[in-house]
């Protein structure tokens, strides 16, 4: 019972499933029967795009429950992202964000995920709505300079880079930011490398000066990390996608609901949110 109460209490304050709560809570009621049915549910997800989930998929199975499991980042996504835009998922993992950015809003996406096994489930997710054409993945880590390095196995989701204290490793390639997207544009880039962020910045000089670039998400929270991408013209925002308003700081700090940091090129990031077309998400208009 103890590990159940924090996903009803997620349920219940998500900005979304808050609104239609009864509808939210019969999603987690089917879930828990179909996931004890078949090891895999494929499931209808936002404009006929679908998702294919496992038990363990954590963020994935918010999506279920509450339409979109990180809220203001995903929403924020839905809104930024046009057809024909390069969206960068560097840390895919299943492809929450990329079936969002390439089903949904129709851009193309660059997905990077190191993982074996998580690479099976994403490229299952691509194949199921039929992204072939505008996804290409890259099964390697990102970091500061290109080699192999040290990456956890049997940890599901979770699995990061190896630090010291970690045993059962395998050795996955490694390419620089700057290196994939060379001759590309990218206008969105979402980073969730389990603290390998500063890596990733670090081989990712080049790209942060890129103009098409107007919007970053990382999960990070490393110092080197923010100043790195506010020296390069961004500014931290919060986003809240209800009423479409991206809240500035200019000191680096701001009040947010969401786990990750957002940095935006404000100018070009308000005209797009703005005029975006909204999306039935759970049964709301978001």
């Given at each position: 019972m103890a590990s159940v109460l924090p996903t009803l209490r997620f349920i219940a304050h998500h900005p979304l499933s808050s609104r239609r709560p009864l509808s939210a809570y019969w999603r987690y009621l089917s879930w828990q029967i179909r996931s004890r049915i078949r090891s895999e549910v494929e499931f209808d997800w936002?404009?006929?795009?679908?998702?294919?989930?496992?038990?363990?998929?954590?963020?994935?199975?918010?999506?279920?429950?509450?339409?979109?499991?990180?809220?203001?980042?995903?929403?924020?996504?839905?809104?930024?992202?046009r057809p024909g835009d390069l969206f960068v998922d560097v840390g895919a993992n299943v492809g929450s964000y990329t079936v969002l950015a390439s089903a949904v809003c129709k851009a193309r996406s660059?997905?990077?995920?190191?993982?074996?096994?998580?690479?099976?489930?994403?490229?299952?997710?691509?194949?199921?709505?039929?992204?072939?054409?505008?996804?290409?993945?890259?099964?390697?880590?990102?970091?500061?300079q290109s080699g192999s390095v040290?990456?956890?196995?049997?940890?599901?989701?979770?699995?990061?880079?190896a630090g010291s204290g970690d045993h059962a490793t395998r050795q996955?390639?490694?390419?620089?930011?700057?290196?994939?997207?060379?001759?590309?544009?990218?206008?969105?880039?979402?980073?969730?490398?389990?603290?390998?962020?500063?890596?990733v910045i670090s081989g990712a000089?080049?790209?942060?000066?890129?103009?098409?670039?107007?919007?970053?998400?990382?999960?990070?929270?490393?110092?080197f990390v923010h100043d790195a991408i506010q020296n390069s013209g961004f500014v931290r925002a919060a986003y809240c996608p209800l009423g479409r308003t991206v809240a500035l700081s200019t000191d680096g700090q701001i009040a947010t609901s969401s786990l990750n940091k957002l940095f935006v090129r404000p100018n070009a990031v308000r005209h797009r949110v703005k005029s975006a077309t909204s999306r039935i998400v759970a049964g709301v208009s978001v």
């Open positions: 936002i404009e006929g795009s679908k998702l294919v989930v496992s038990n363990g998929m954590t963020g994935a199975t918010g999506n279920i429950y509450c339409g979109l499991h990180e809220f203001s980042d995903m929403a924020f996504l839905l809104h930024l992202l660059i997905a990077i995920e190191p993982d074996p096994n998580t690479v099976r489930a994403l490229a299952k997710n691509i194949e199921i709505n039929a992204l072939s054409e505008r996804v290409t993945v890259i099964e390697a880590a990102v970091g500061a040290a990456f956890t196995t049997g940890r599901d989701t979770m699995n990061h880079v996955v390639l490694v390419r620089t930011l700057d290196d994939i997207l060379c001759d590309e544009a990218p206008v969105l880039i979402k980073m969730d490398v389990e603290g390998y962020e500063p890596e000089r080049a790209t942060l000066k890129k103009p098409s670039l107007i919007a970053i998400i990382t999960e990070s929270s490393d110092p």
